[in-house]
């Protein structure tokens, strides 16, 4: 659909712009997932409106002047013969709406854009507007009407949406929802997805504008729906976290203490109220989602705020009468809730995790990693690691109902390491080790069973030892059936892996065996480079005679020195030799 070439002419005008009308909301959602918004890129999406709106003037010889001069032309309803000149002015819109999103982002840093993002959204509105105009034309049909007015509404609510005016943001939205709601009873199933995707996009911020215009009840709504959707996103999702914070700073103020294992304890610090008051929402939301959707940094956060000089003074104070300060048994409660999340999660992620491995036992599939067994085995030491931290809390030490409670915890989870780490074994064929680990675990499982008593309630959330004992027993006789027929395969002594023994094939002529690495491009033949060998020296030769030997005398064949001086001198020039 990019383009104005790949729109052609099939019969009169008419048709050509109803048929607009049936694709019109999908021209611009297929737009905007190819060229940039599937993953946040307005600017992309932006240029990809700049180049579709030059090929369309283009196509339709409807130029804005030329290189020189600029001259503006409007889209009037008696040259509007072809569906794409309809088409013009819905990607100037989207152009300018683009534009818009795009100063939202860097907006964060820069709030002077924040002008320029308003003057992007009035044009878009202005677009829209002489959109909607035209669409009245008698040559288009009532449900194109309806989606230029649906859109006209959009806009329009996002601009008021940005200038704060409720009453006119909510009026426009709840147009643009109902017109959308009608066409898509309107159209098929299949048809009607976009529609109702636009729908649910526009509730919260028709719940938002709801909330500031007086209904008390909208912050509710609002809550359930970001469960739900696992966040909010575009518009809404800054002024929705920022509300949910300034709603629980305002419910903070009148929160003076927290009760925890029987003992009352006052809070003080504004930061640690206001999450204390954000629990309740993220159980809601560990009920609807897999995995936690509490960040460790807020717990961490909350503990930080406990660190500070005044409080540990008045920790001291209290500690030399022996008992454990408020300010400290505050400290361990944040702490208990810190790792209770990190080991709730990751027994999400072991459950999870422990599906994949049942499914890749049945499926068998290749080409990509599959989980193993010795994932969930990390997994299961971070969680005895932090149930031994829960141990260790300053002032729980003497509490024996959850030191009894933390026992019966660390049971189970050792049990079920022991488990996997048994499963890794029988993947590598050591069975012995295995079996061993099978009867740890049973007895792990026993010791559960048998000390659960009181405790029963608080272990329903842990996995159920009766499964597990129940697997265990049939697994150990799966082990005992593959360890006999291991161990009476003939082909077990003579295979590849037993034979081989490092040494090259010029070493091992005199012995037969089936060596598969011999085809292989590795081959091992010989030693190569061939390592030294002693050899024998070069001799050395010593001659001893010459010490006793005596040479003859040479005095008289050795020629007698010339004499010198001035006589020796004087004959030599006159040529006088003696």
Known sequence: MSGGGGVRSSGGSHGLVRWLRAIKLSIVKESQQQHGLRHGDFQRYRGYCSRRLRRLRKTLNFKMGNRHKFTGKKVTEEILSDNRYLLLILMDAERAWSYAMQLKQEANTEPRKRFHLLSRLRKAVKHAEELERLCESNRVDAKTKLEAQAYMAYLTGMLRFEHQEWKAAMEAFNKCKTIYEKLANAFTEEQAVLYNQRVEEISPNIRYCAYNIGDQSAMNELMQMRLRSGGTEGLLAEKLEALITQTRAKQAATMSEVEWRGRTVPVKIDKVRIFLLGLADNE???????????????????????????????????????????????????????????????????????????????????????????????????????????????????????????????????????????????????????????????????????????????????????????????????????????????????????????????????????????????????????????????????????????????????????????????????????
């Open 284 to 578: 809601a939301a560990i009920a609807q989602v897999t995995i936690s959707p509490l960040h460790p940094f807020e717990v961490s956060h909350a503990v930080f705020c406990l660190h500070c000089p005044q409080k540990q003074r008045e920790h001291s104070l209290e500690n030399d009468s022996g008992k454990v300060s408020n300010i400290q048994y505050l400290h361990s409660y944040l702490t208990y809730i810190k790792l209770s999340t990190a080991i709730k999660r990751n027994e999400s992620m072991a459950k999870s995790l422990q599906k994949a491995l049942l499914q890749q036992q049945r499926s068998d599939e290749d080409g990509k990693r599959s989980p193993r067994p010795q994932d969930l085995i990390r997994l299961y030491d971070i969680i005895l690691q932090n149930l031994v931290e829960l141990t260790q809390l300053p002032g729980l030490e003497e509490d024996k109902n959850f030191q009894k409670e933390i026992g019966l915890k660390t049971l189970v989870y050792k049990a079920y390491r022991c488990f996997f780490i048994a499963q890794s074994y029988v993947l590598v064929k050591k069975w012995s080790e295995a079996l061993v680990l099978y009867e740890r675990v049973l007895k792990y499982a026993r010791e559960v069973q048998s000390g659960a008593g009181a405790h029963r309630n608080s272990l329903k959330e842990l996995p159920d030892v009766q499964d597990l004992i129940t697997q265990v027993n049939a697994e150990k006789y799966s082990l005992q059936a593959a360890a006999i027929l291991d161990a009476n395969d003939p082909h077990e002594t003579e295979s590849p892996s037993q034979v081989k023994d490092g040494k090259p094939l010029s070493e091992r002529f005199e012995t037969f065996c089936l060596d598969p690495s011999l085809v292989s491009k590795q081959v091992s033949l010989v030693h190569f480079p061939p390592g030294f060998q002693p050899i024998p020296c070069k001799p050395l030769f010593f001659d001893l005679a010459l010490n006793h030997v005596a040479f003859p005398p040479l005095e008289d064949k050795v020629e007698q020195k010339a004499k010198s001086g001035l006589t020796g001198y004087i004959k030599g020039i006159f040529g006088f030799k003696s």
